[in-house]
């Protein structure tokens, strides 16, 4: 699916804003990467906001889609990565685009005649953006990757990358997932010349959870990011006009280094809230479904738990925080949930302390991350994004954007509602503000 020449100019618009999101890079990680060439390069005479607080709960889903709706989890409606599906091991992602309540920036963009492209962009499958390769797995026994990804993306799009640029890729692994994805980029920006387009690359989230957050294979995804940047700048600038482009390169959240896993299923199971079947549930009056970090505990709806299970598992939990083995920061109700911005339909919602992640399964109570079989991370995220040293930014350079402004705060919705007035596009009802100060 490659248009002529001729087709690519006439759909051009006369600006183009291209997003690129680096998963988990946090403004702990500014120092080292205005070290590289590339990110210092652009970092000159950018517009920058060095902290950014993410949303709650901060993890990839919730987080790029307020970047792209200028809303909280609790307006938007993509409150986890998982849908709440006890009954499955492995619960489907929020995938596709039906998720999202109201607009999005790049649905905006299309109804203004903007051509746009994704790549691995969350939430996104099944959506109107005309060049689309969504983050979707096969998660069922009778699915190939190449038949999901092909049902909820473009297909002719897909299969020209995969013909090209498959042999880069690993399944998930990195940095050949990554690899895959910049070079799919890099022949996206050439040959389809998009008016928008959303770039999503997960090489740091990867490494610091699976080595931890300083570690120096970190560090180096850090810098395979530098040398992505700047490729993909040579390619805007070989193939655009840069005085209308707008670049922006921003992160969702930051991870913080973990030792220990707790399971409140496992508990909920012992206190009769739940039954259980060899992997899975197949009932509960109360289950909790983690966002690393934090953790819902959401009620039976359909069994609709009496006064006197609520006292329970009230009395419960309030003796839990008190035991330094369930590593309970906080407790917040549902309504204080939403407060938020979180799922304000929960029960509560439980907050982790450092060094501390919560997952959904239930033979054990707590492990050692070294222990840890699913699941293992010895960085994680999820955590309230107030806390200190945790972080993200957001960079803007060129159309539209004033030169050397430094922000000294912002929140993610706050990124797409601006982004918004940049393309002179309505996203409705938002949370976020239009932060004028980077913007001419």
Not at 285 to 296: E, I, R, S
Request: a positive charge; glycine letters at 6%; one cysteine or more.
């Amino acid at each position: 699916m490659k248009p002529s020449k001729k087709r690519a100019r006439k759909i051009h618009k006369d600006h183009r804003l291209i997003i690129v999101s680096l998963d988990a890079v946090g403004s702990e990680d500014l120092a080292f990467l205005k070290t590289l060439p590339n990110f210092k390069s652009l970092y000159e005479d950018a517009a920058v906001c060095e902290h950014v607080e993410s949303v709650c709960p901060s993890i990839t889903y919730p987080a790029h889609t307020s970047i792209v709706t200028g809303k909280k989890p609790i307006h938007h409606g993509v409150f986890n990565n998982t849908l709440v599906q006890p009954k499955r091991p492995a619960p489907d992602w929020m995938w596709q685009r039906k998720y999202v309540k109201g607009t999005t920036l790049y649905d905006e963009a299309i109804k203004k005649g903007y051509k746009t492209a994704a790549l691995l962009w969350p939430v996104t499958a099944r959506s109107r953006i005309h060049y689309n390769l969504p983050e979707v797995l096969a998660n069922r026994p009778w699915q190939n990757q190449i038949m999901v990804s092909a049902f909820n993306g473009t297909m002719s799009y897909e299969l020209a990358l995969l013909k090209r640029f498959g042999h880069l890729r690993d399944g998930v692994r990195q940095p050949a997932l990554d690899n895959f994805v910049h070079q799919s980029a890099l022949y996206t920006i050439k040959n389809y010349r998009p008016d928008m387009m959303l770039i999503h690359y997960t090489d740091v989230d990867t490494n610091r959870h699976i080595y931890g957050v300083h570690h120096q294979k970190a560090r180096a995804a850090l810098g395979r990011h530098d040398q992505r940047l700047g490729e993909l700048f040579t390619a805007l600038e070989e193939t655009g006009d840069m005085d209308k482009t707008t670049l922006v390169v921003l992160g969702d959240h930051y991870q913080m280094d973990v030792e220990r896993v707790v399971y409140f299923n496992y508990l909920f199971k012992e206190q009769g809230f739940l039954k259980t079947k060899g992997q899975k549930i197949t009932d509960y009056q109360f289950l909790a479904k983690n966002c690393d970090g934090t953790c819902y505990i959401y009620a039976n709806e359909k069994k609709r738990p009496n006064k006197e299970a609520y006292e329970k598992l009230t009395a419960l939990l309030e003796k839990c925080k008190t035991q330094e083995i369930y590593g309970i920061e906080r407790i917040y109700t549902g309504r204080e949930a939403g407060e938020k911005g979180a799922d304000d339909r929960c029960v509560y919602f439980i907050e982790a302390k450092k060094g501390v992640y919560y997952l959904d399964e239930f033979e054990a109570l707590t492990l050692s991350v070294k222990d840890v079989k699913k699941g293992k991370m010895r960085g994680s995220h999820g955590y309230l994004p107030e806390k200190e040293g945790y972080q993200t930014f957001f960079l803007a350079k060129g159309y539209g954007i004033r030169e050397n402004v430094s922000i000294p705060h912002m929140y993610l919705w706050d990124e797409g509602v601006t982004l918004a007035k940049l393309l002179q596009v309505d996203l409705g009802e938002v949370d976020g503000r239009v932060v004028k100060e980077i913007l001419k």
